[in-house]
């Protein structure tokens, strides 16, 4: 009995040992089973990460492509229309070159004056894939300065005036309330803007017109440039805002341009403190809203002074050496310059210029950068370390790329001006760095004597009354139209018809209201 007892507690204890060890390797297995399900699963993961990540390559690859091809075209349609624009000026004035140089009849003042049209117009090409060139680096200078900002608007909208009327539109301006004498801002970048926009809206419309609306109040101005012209897509509203599109209707698509003008009224208006805003109706007409903050002097300066010629400076004869590899560069700065009393020195390079230097003692050096042989950046240098600060050096150059203002502490130079150089900017960049009080005359003054006034029968009243509403208008058709007919009706006009036709083809319109005026 005992020895049962005995063996059943062995097999109960053995059975409990088997039982154990199973348990043991049971929950070993499943612990195994649970490691590799959790390896699967983070496997699996892995995986589908994997799969999403290039997934989402495929999808930035496959955006990169269209926006590359987006951009290719984009630079496609702007070599075109560069090409263009770059043209057709440059067509102008290779023509009327060619025709000074033959001597033909033609009067230099409409040479000289469709001259420097067209190179005011490579200029303003030029400048506007510059403008965006710097905003880009952070370049743009903007500067504050006092601005009579009535005779502003009055310049862009007379402007247009001509162009409008040339393709049968209308042109208005429109003054809400009251507008200040003078305001602070860049005259430049305003007049760029305000251009831009009058230009679109004038090349865009067809049939009926433009007006110009300007509001003022509390300290900040709201200019409204509103066409009749085709509209804009809802779908075209902002992208017409980047550089290089000009939305995708066939019409506008076929319009002369590269796509510049909004992209850098809009940078500019923003630079400015302001904003450009569009809104549009197709079939009806767009328009475009700048709002900018333009205060007002608390004392504006006493007096608008009119335009004036320089004749002179007071003081002590100044010395002026231009140094610059292009002959043009110093023949035009020569005949500037030296009529007004300053001794000129020519140099065509670095080396040359350096020595001339020492032997002329100059007050002021205009420097060219790129030259054969030493760059203007190391004669400048150099200039500075033989005369010290004494010598103004102003850096005269097309590398606009290079722009460095000067008198920061650090540059060699006192000044840069890029070219082509504006005549006027050149005068009052001398005047600030010799500190010149100009001597002027008054274009009034200069003027020739007024003629008497011209006496003429009655019956040529209706048709001086038609030439002044045409004037008004701006409608030079209708202003050579009723030239002819007056001429044609009353003899007694040829010798007034002989002085308005001359202003009429020059666009003249404020000589020829003049002329008018002094019919008895």
Same mark, same amino acid.
């Given at each position: 009995?005992?020895?049962?007892?005995?063996?059943?507690?062995?097999?109960?204890?053995?059975?409990?040992?088997?039982?154990?060890?199973? =348990?043991?390797?049971? %929950?070993?297995?499943?612990?195994?089973? &649970? $490691?590799?399900?959790?390896?699967?699963?983070?496997?699996?993961?892995?995986?589908? @990460?994997?799969?999403?990540?290039? &997934?989402?390559?495929? =999808?930035?690859?496959?955006?990169?492509?269209?926006?590359?091809? =987006?951009?290719?075209?984009?630079?496609?349609?702007?070599?075109?229309?560069?090409?263009?624009?770059?043209?057709?000026?440059?067509?102008?004035?290779?023509?009327?070159?060619?025709?000074?140089?033959?001597?033909?009849?033609? *009067?230099?003042?409409?040479?000289?004056?469709?001259?420097?049209?067209?190179?005011?117009?490579?200029?303003?090409?030029?400048?506007?894939?510059?403008?965006?060139?710097?905003?880009?680096?952070?370049?743009?200078?903007?500067?504050?300065?006092?601005?009579?900002?009535? $005779?502003?608007?009055?310049?862009?909208?007379?402007?247009?005036?001509?162009?409008?009327?040339?393709?049968?539109?209308?042109?208005?301006?429109?003054?809400?309330?009251?507008?200040?004498?003078?305001?602070?801002?860049?005259?430049?970048?305003?007049?760029?803007?305000?251009?831009?926009?009058?230009?679109?809206?004038?090349?865009?419309?067809?049939?009926?017109?433009?007006?110009?609306?300007?509001?003022?109040?509390?300290?900040?101005?709201?200019?409204?440039?509103?066409?009749?012209? *085709?509209?804009?897509?809802?779908?075209?509203?902002?992208?017409?805002?980047?550089?290089?599109?000009?939305?995708?209707?066939?019409?506008?698509?076929?319009?002369?341009?590269?796509?510049?003008?909004?992209?850098?009224? &809009?940078?500019?208006?923003?630079?400015?403190?302001?904003?450009?805003?569009?809104?549009?109706?197709?079939?009806?007409? /767009?328009?475009?809203?700048?709002?900018?903050?333009?205060?007002?002097?608390?004392?504006?300066? $006493?007096?608008?002074?009119?335009?004036?010629?320089?004749?002179?400076?007071?003081?002590?004869?100044?010395?002026?050496?231009?140094?610059?590899?292009?002959?043009?560069?110093?023949?035009?700065?020569?005949?500037?310059?030296?009529? %007004?009393?300053?001794?000129?020195?020519? @140099? /065509?390079?670095?080396?040359?210029?350096? $020595?001339?230097?020492?032997?002329?003692?100059?007050?002021?050096?205009?420097?060219?950068?790129?030259? *054969?042989?030493? /760059?203007?950046?190391?004669?400048?240098?150099?200039?500075?370390?033989?005369?010290?600060?004494?010598?103004?050096?102003?850096?005269?150059?097309?590398?606009?790329?290079?722009?460095?203002?000067?008198?920061?502490?650090?540059?060699?130079?006192?000044?840069?001006?890029?070219?082509?150089?504006?005549?006027?900017?050149?005068?009052?960049?001398?005047?600030?760095?010799?500190?010149?009080?100009?001597?002027?005359?008054?274009?009034?003054?200069?003027?020739?004597?007024?003629?008497?006034?011209?006496?003429?029968?009655?019956?040529? @009243?209706?048709?001086?009354?038609?030439?002044?509403?045409?004037?008004?208008?701006?409608?030079?058709?209708?202003?050579?139209?009723?030239?002819?007919?007056?001429?044609?009706?009353?003899?007694?006009?040829?010798?007034?018809?002989?002085?308005?036709? *001359?202003?009429?083809?020059?666009?003249?319109?404020?000589?020829?209201?003049?002329?008018?005026?002094?019919?008895?």
């Amino acid at each position: 009995m005992a020895i049962a007892r005995i063996l059943g507690t062995i097999c109960l204890g053995l059975a409990l040992a088997v039982a154990a060890t199973f =348990a043991r390797l049971f %929950l070993k297995a499943r612990d195994r089973h &649970r $490691a590799a399900e959790a390896a699967n699963r983070a496997q699996t993961e892995r995986l589908c @990460a994997e799969i999403a990540a290039h &997934r989402e390559t495929e =999808a930035a690859l496959a955006k990169a492509k269209e926006t590359a091809e =987006a951009a290719n075209a984009a630079k496609t349609r702007y070599l075109v229309a560069v090409s263009h624009e770059i043209r057709s000026p440059l067509n102008a004035i290779y023509g009327y070159a060619q025709l000074l140089e033959r001597g033909d009849s033609i *009067p230099p003042r409409e040479a000289g004056g469709v001259i420097r049209r067209s190179a005011e117009h490579l200029t303003n090409l030029v400048e506007g894939l510059l403008d965006i060139s710097r905003v880009e680096s952070g370049v743009l200078q903007v500067r504050q300065e006092l601005v009579r900002l009535p $005779a502003l608007l009055d310049q862009v909208v007379e402007m247009f005036r001509v162009q409008a009327s040339a393709k049968g539109l209308s042109l208005d301006y429109v003054v809400e309330g009251r507008l200040p004498a003078y305001v602070r801002t860049d005259e430049k970048r305003l007049r760029q803007i305000l251009i831009n926009l009058l230009s679109n809206a004038i090349k865009y419309t067809e049939t009926g017109g433009a007006t110009l609306t300007v509001r003022y109040r509390s300290q900040s101005a709201a200019i409204e440039v509103r066409d009749t012209g *085709p509209g804009i897509p809802p779908e075209d509203l902002e992208r017409i805002f980047e550089p290089f599109e000009r939305g995708r209707e066939p019409d506008t698509v076929m319009q002369p341009g590269i796509g510049l003008g909004l992209a850098i009224t &809009r940078v500019l208006a923003r630079i400015l403190g302001g904003e450009v805003t569009v809104t549009s109706e197709l079939g009806k007409g /767009s328009s475009f809203l700048l709002r900018l903050l333009l205060p007002e002097p608390i004392e504006a300066p $006493a007096g608008a002074a009119a335009y004036r010629r320089v004749t002179g400076y007071q003081g002590a004869q100044k010395t002026i050496l231009v140094i610059d590899d292009s002959p043009a560069q110093t023949t035009v700065v020569n005949h500037l310059l030296r009529p %007004l009393g300053f001794s000129v020195f020519e @140099a /065509s390079g670095g080396t040359a210029g350096l $020595a001339l230097a020492e032997h002329c003692s100059p007050d002021l050096v205009l420097l060219d950068i790129q030259m *054969p042989g030493t /760059s203007g950046w190391d004669v400048a240098e150099q200039l500075r370390a033989r005369f010290g600060a004494g010598l103004r050096i102003v850096m005269v150059s097309a590398n606009a790329h290079e722009f460095h203002a000067g008198r920061d502490g650090r540059r060699a130079h006192d000044a840069f001006l890029t070219k082509p150089v504006d005549l006027d900017a050149l005068l009052d960049m001398i005047a600030r760095q010799l500190g010149l009080d100009w001597i002027v005359e008054d274009a009034e003054a200069a003027a020739a004597p007024p003629r008497p006034p011209m006496a003429l029968p009655e019956s040529a @009243a209706p048709y001086l009354d038609a030439l002044r509403r045409f004037m008004k208008l701006g409608h030079v058709r209708g202003i050579e139209t009723t030239l002819v007919t007056l001429e044609r009706e009353v003899p007694e006009s040829a010798d007034l018809v002989a002085r308005l036709r *001359p202003q009429l083809e020059a666009f003249d319109l404020r000589g020829l209201a003049r002329t008018l005026d002094d019919v008895a």
